[in-house]
């Protein structure tokens, strides 16, 4: 047979965290059909001789929640090879939206995103729910796309302009739980929290999420009980302290599933406080809760490697953060993945390839139960990307005049990316955007179970 795409002569890095191997890779309507020695043509093939093909990168912390509506392809994130990204993170999302809720929602991203509003009030609302988002961004994706619901959205529906003023009302939060129960049968990927005490909205307020009091909280936590599916994930309260892992595991209790908390660094006046975190949060993850630190990577700046190669390795960590589409006025940093697989795996050697890999696609698909995408196995997505081991990384970030009406944002480039493949199709080659449009929203398991109309 001829095949969509095939892949000749490649040392397969497969995700998993098992050693790389030789083979060569066939892709056949956005699916990976054969692995090993393929001898059957492709309508194209590619020869990857001294070059690594991965799963995709999933980045799962951005705020390309805008950005999407106006660029689909969430450049120039691909570039780095990622083929996934999850938005709505740190309690921010444009969903739900009651008409006339634009201007509240968009203050929340104004000064957290450093977006000016005039580049924000260019969106053409066509939504109130979940479902009618992920419609107004299904066509014409460049990249797969999950989302979660930001808490100050929920309030802002429920609560209006008392959303910044106040807790709410049991009746209140029983109609925020309820607002959050169809986003989840929707398909949203979790739900989120923002409790940081430096995030306010453009006009001063606090963000709408700040308000919030305990019993709110963990009643929409328990929401994700209900569906067994999507995660919780909680921004940085401000001050670390050992203490907020108690409250994140109260979040673990309440929805009984996965919470990404913010965060687990390396910090130079305290340079043995991600040590006692992850040794704190143990005894929680012995009770079998789900506890995952994110973890912010930016390398150039680290005084103790071997630190951060800790935190990398450590099972109990997330790597990510990127923040693309965020702090787009003062930091490109869309290089998580090329930064970790040249710095650390290549001039650092204090990771392996094989680790690094796993860390930025099947321990992400696993967190958020991503059912075929982070591993290159037969049958699964074809999400893929090809790249040099030797001459991979990020650049240093340069202004780009791409967002509406010219304004110049900070981006980075990678190098050492030859393609990046998203469900079959090149969407990136060689650092070029091909025009492809292949991408898929994503959604949770139980939304996908009743799509297909399975039984969950």
């Not at 009302?169 to 739980?177: R, V």
């Not at 959050?180 to 909205?201: E, K, P, S, V």
């Not at 079959?424 to 650092?431: A, P, R, Y």
């Amino acid at each position: 047979m001829t095949y969509d795409l095939v892949i000749k002569n490649a040392k397969v890095v497969d995700g998993s965290g098992m050693p790389a191997y030789a083979a060569d890779v066939a892709v056949q309507a956005g699916r990976i059909a054969e692995i090993g020695r393929v001898t059957d043509s492709g309508r194209k093939t590619i020869d990857a001789a001294g070059r690594v093909v991965a799963p995709g990168f999933i980045d799962h912390h951005t705020h390309l929640d805008a950005h999407l509506l106006w660029d689909s392809s969430a450049l120039p994130s691909p570039e780095h090879g990622v083929t996934t990204v999850i938005t709505g993170n740190c309690g921010l999302s444009l969903m739900p939206a009651r008409p006339g809720d634009g201007s509240a929602l968009i203050g929340t991203f104004v000064r957290v995103e450093g977006i000016p509003r005039h580049i924000l009030e260019t969106i053409e609302w066509r939504w109130s729910t979940v479902a009618e988002y992920f419609g107004a961004l299904e066509p014409g994706l460049g990249v797969n796309v999950a989302s979660m619901i930001g808490h100050n959205a929920l309030r802002q529906y429920v609560m209006g302009d008392d959303a910044t003023e106040r807790e709410a009302t049991p009746g209140e939060i029983e109609a925020m739980k309820d607002l959050l129960r169809q986003g989840i049968a929707d398909g949203a990927m979790g739900y989120t929290i923002n409790r940081n005490l430096g995030h306010f909205r453009d006009d001063g307020k606090p963000l709408p999420s700040r308000m919030a009091g305990d019993d709110e909280m963990l009643g929409l936590a328990s929401v994700l009980s209900e569906f067994n599916t999507a995660v919780v994930q909680h921004s940085n309260m401000g001050a670390h302290t050992l203490d907020d892992i108690d409250w994140f595991a109260r979040l673990g209790r309440a929805s009984g599933r996965p919470v990404l908390w913010s965060s687990v660094n390396w910090l130079a006046k305290r340079p043995d406080f991600h040590r006692e975190q992850l040794e704190y949060v143990d005894s929680y993850i012995r009770e079998g809760l789900r506890l995952y630190g994110n973890t912010n990577i930016h390398l150039g700046r680290i005084k103790d490697p071997e630190a951060i190669a800790e935190i990398i390795r450590h099972p109990y960590t997330n790597v990510g953060m990127s923040d693309a589409g965020a702090h787009v006025d003062r930091t490109g940093s869309q290089g998580i993945a090329t930064e970790l697989l040249g710095y650390w795996v290549r001039e650092k050697e204090l990771v392996s390839l094989e680790q690094a890999v796993n860390v930025l696609t099947f321990k992400v698909a696993s967190i958020f139960g991503f059912k075929d995408r982070g591993l290159v196995w037969r049958d699964w997505a074809a999400d893929l990307v090809i790249f040099d081991p030797e001459t991979i990384g990020a650049e240093e970030s340069v202004k780009a005049g791409d967002y509406p009406g010219g304004f110049e944002r900070l981006v980075q480039h990678a190098s050492g990316i030859d393609y990046t493949i998203v469900n079959g199709e090149v969407l990136i080659d060689h650092g070029q955007h091909t025009g492809a449009r292949s991408g898929q929203v994503m959604r949770n398991s139980w939304a996908e179970a009743h799509r297909e109309g399975v039984a969950a």
